[in-house]
Structure formats: C-alpha cells, structure tokens
C-alpha cells in the first residue's frame, strides 16, 4: 500500500502562486510515476503534471505548460507541485496520485493510488 498526502492548497489571487506537496508513504518500491490531478466542480478530474520516479523525466498538460512545474525530494518521500500565474481556470480540488504503469500516464485509471486532495481557488 501507499499513502499521498497533499496539502499546500488556498485562496490566492489571479497572476499568484502556490506549491502543492504530496507526502509519499508506505510500499513504494514498484512505483513508476507520481502525478496531479485536478477537478473543477462539475467536470471530471483532469490530468495536469506528471513525474517519473527517478525524476528523469517530466510531462505537462498543455493547459498547465510554462506555468505549472513538478518536481520531487525523494530524501523527503514528497513530489510537489509549483503553480505559477495562476488563473481562475484553475480552481480545482488537486490530487496526487502514483501508479506502477508507465503508459497511458495521462488517464486516471492506471494510477493506482490517490490522496485525498487539496483545494485551490483563484479569484480574478
């Protein structure tokens, strides 16, 4: 089993900032990539950053490109989440997630664990 914890969500204004983290524990020896996940109120939960294990590779939604960037402390078990020039568009629960599956990393349903999420509001 493995645990994600995120915190670091909040109220912020349009063209702010904010770093999510997701606290990483448990068995996590087969774990392939860690990624965020977010959901509006009435839409379906959407991909936003992804990040292999190693840390070697990282991957975007174009929605979030140039602005969002997902890194990870492995020393601290915790994959983080920097968003910047936030825009209202953005408001969302945010979810961190882990899977064993390397493909099709984009789809919800190959992760195989998730947090709880934190939300995030922007006001314009």
């Known amino acids: 089993q493995v645990q994600l914890a995120e915190s670091g969500g909040g109220l912020v204004q349009a063209g702010g900032s904010l770093r999510l983290s997701c606290a990483v524990s448990g068995r996590t020896l087969s774990t392939n990539v860690m990624a965020w996940f977010r959901q509006a109120p009435g839409k379906e939960r959407e991909y936003a950053a992804a990040?292999?294990?190693?840390?070697?590779?990282?991957n975007y939604a174009d929605s979030v490109k140039g602005r969002f960037t997902i890194s990870r402390d492995m020393a601290k078990s915790t994959v983080y989440l920097q968003m910047n020039s936030l825009k209202p568009e953005d408001t969302a629960v945010y979810y961190c997630?882990?899977?064993?599956?390397?493909?099709?990393?984009?789809?919800?349903?190959?992760?195989?664990?998730w947090g709880r999420g934190t939300q995030v509001a922007v006001s314009s």
């Open positions: 997630a882990a899977a064993r599956n390397l493909r099709l990393f984009t789809t919800t349903t190959v992760y195989d664990y």
């Open positions: 990040i292999s294990w190693s840390g070697v590779w990282t």
